[in-house]
């Protein structure tokens, strides 16, 4: 298993952005499902959203559509999370993740996940 590496996050007032980046090495990008999630001290670790490295096709939880943006950057194995308009409930740890994956819709159910990031804290203040 390989733990990819994230960048970003970090505090920000409601209204803000941020942008979180994760890289993975090219043995696990290529033909995988990387996703993002987040969690908060005694509460199950939600998705927010995946994407094929691929084909590009994003799939977002529905409650996060909207002021999140999921990406890829093949040139560099990684993904993005552009986050808009935050609001103090999205104060979390957010992590990345990732699975080898086929094709189709990738899952948003974390346990499908085999490789993670280290995690990064956003705090959105009001």
């Known amino acids: 298993q390989e733990q990819m590496v994230q960048s970003g996050g970090g505090s920000v007032q409601t209204g803000g952005s941020l942008r979180l980046s994760c890289v993975a090495s090219e043995d696990t990008y290529k033909s995988a499902c990387m996703g993002w999630f987040r969690q908060t001290p005694g509460k199950e670790r939600e998705a927010i959203a995946a994407?094929?490295?691929?084909?590009?096709?994003?799939n977002y939880s529905n409650s996060m559509k909207g002021r999140f943006a999921i990406s890829r950057e093949n040139a560099n194995n990684a993904i993005y999370l552009q986050m808009n308009n935050l609001k103090p409930e999205d104060t979390a740890m957010y992590y990345c993740a990732a699975v080898r994956w086929g094709g189709g819709w990738c899952p948003l159910t974390p346990v499908e996940y085999v490789n993670w990031g280290q995690g990064t804290q956003v705090t959105v203040s009001s």
């Open positions: 994407v094929h490295t691929r084909s590009g096709s994003p």
